[in-house]
């Protein structure tokens, strides 16, 4: 790319689907693998938690993006914390009213949303520089590749370590679960099969991106 | 930093602190003032759900009980709670549909393989037995020591778990342990899970240590549990 990254870039699909497939938050920047790790045993525990981080994503993007000309350069990360944290709360709260089994399971990593580097680096890298609707569209996109994400090692790991999805049996009850894959062990084996993967898909189709890089 | 600054051309101009300090403090106010709605908003609905979850636990170890009373056992003392104030109750008395006590619901803690396990457990003050636990928190590893939870052999521990007061109604008259796998040969013995020790110990000391000071101050007040006032419908 000649183009100066720190550019504000024009409102396109790609604004949105940056975030899903090119610099997925968790299978290309490998961002937030905390969360990834810890949370992911179940497929409705690693929705609620993608879905809790797509929430500050959006309004914490948003926000920064309309204060981008009000906050010193000195003290934005400051600022961008306030906010950020804000909305971690905000979401700690509303988790609890819905359900208290979700927030249970979650534990503590609802609020260790607020170190979650996924959303401090839109914070600081888009989302300071860009207008409102590019923001929001953005941390849109890069909140559904994390929830994505976290669904992929989500499922596998409850169908192989539990032998459900989403809670619904799925072979019935002579299935022994393969505990290892619910235990953070599991987790690990599971998010390096899915780099795999996903590095293996992005080469085979644009091989020839890739030999530029490397030359 | 400084050495290099000083070479480096042009320095940025700082804008004066007092500006840095509005815009933080500005920030953090509408933080605050967010924040501050939202719990206003969310309050009463997370009490509910707390209220909603602890009266399932109560429920679950106390299949014939309708109605619950709410207690507060503190310094030797039982007081009645209204029906509200679950938040500060830690004795919940349980009545069948005649308004008769099936028995209380209160809980215990020890410390397990990861933390903290904490259990809520059935009494029936006419049987003097623990008659079933079940867990209200525990972080213990996911198919080893959450079989406590759903083992239906060591459930069958908490049918009728021997928990009789000595002569002087001060204390209970056997300790409740964990033994061993197959090594249960008393009624006050909890059988406990191969493999999951820790955590079967642990179910053990906390029935063991909240029963010692509790039950005899249940039985104590028979009277005053048994009369249901203050039950909710």
Known sequence: MSQDPRAPAELSWETLTQGVWKENPVFVML????PVL?????????????????FVLLCSGV??????????????????????????????YAIQAISLDIYKALGAFIQLIVVNCVILGRAEAYASKNKVANAFVNALGMGIGFTLALLCLGIV?????????FGIDLFGPNFQPWAVFALPPGGFFVLAFWLFLFAYVRQRRNPSKEEEHAA | MSGNEAASPAPPVMPKSSRLIAALAIIAMVSGLLVAMTFQVTAPRIALNKQRALEKAIFS??????????FSAKDGALEPLPADAFAEANLFAGYDEEGRLVGIATEGSARGYQDVVRILYAYSPESECIVGITVLQ??????????????????????????????????????IVTVKNGKKTQPWEIDGISGATITSVAIGAALNQSAQSMLPLVQANRDLLAAKEGADQ
């Open chain 1, 31 to 34: 961002l937030g693998l905390c």
């Open chain 1, 157 to 165: 790991r409850e169908v192989f370590g539990f032998g459900t999805l």
């Open chain 2, 138 to 175: 525990s972080s213990e590893t996911p198919g080893i020591g959450d079989q406590v939870e759903s083992d239906p052999a060591f459930l069958q521990n908490f049918d009728c778990l021997d928990a009789k007061l000595d002569a002087e109604k001060s204390r209970l008259a056997h300790e």
């Open chain 1, 38 to 54: 810890a949370v992911t045993n179940t497929a409705s525990n690693a929705l609620a938690m993608g879905l809790a981080t797509t």
């Open chain 1, 63 to 92: 926000l920064v993006s309309l204060l981008r000309k009000l906050i010193p350069k000195q003290v934005r990360i400051a600022c961008y914390i306030i906010i950020i944290a804000t909305f971690v709360t905000i979401t700690d």
């Open chain 2, 61 to 70: 170890v106390l299949p014939d009980a309708s109605v619950h009373a709410n």
